[in-house]
């Protein structure tokens, strides 16, 4: 199974591996094969590695908005990792900061926050609640002082 899995990394570049519950998808993935490949097994958790990054606007906030409705309808539970700080709003209800060059005394957890916007959320008006704005402000705010 190991070849065979190495094989389509090789090849394809990208592949979503699923070992029973949990489901992970690899950078770089076209984001409907990786999700066709990583959802078909029916996960509880299914962690994702910058899976939009590379797609226009539109069809990123399509396949956010489709993601936030299997976590709604399926209770997927999915552990998103993104440099996009309005789409970790957006789609988390804890966005959990990392600091840059961890190391002993430094730890790698740098900040957790909560994020108490109602759901469902809509790209326009969600993106224009108070709550949606502050959590921006706040973590633009922490980036630009160097994650102390």
Sequence with gaps: MLLFLLFLLFFFGHFALTFGVVSYSIPFCPSNLMS???LAQKPELM???EPFGALDALTRQ???DEL???VRDD?????FVTHDLEEAIYLGDRVIALQA???PGRPSLARMIDVKIPRPRDQLTTKEHPEYLRLRRELFAFIEQGHD
């Design 36 to 38: 066709a490949l990583g």
């Design 47 to 49: 962690m994702m590695d």
């Design 62 to 64: 399509s396949l956010q």
């Design 68 to 70: 936030a409705r299997l």
């Design 75 to 79: 209770g997927l539970t999915v552990l």
């Design 101 to 103: 060059n961890p190391g």
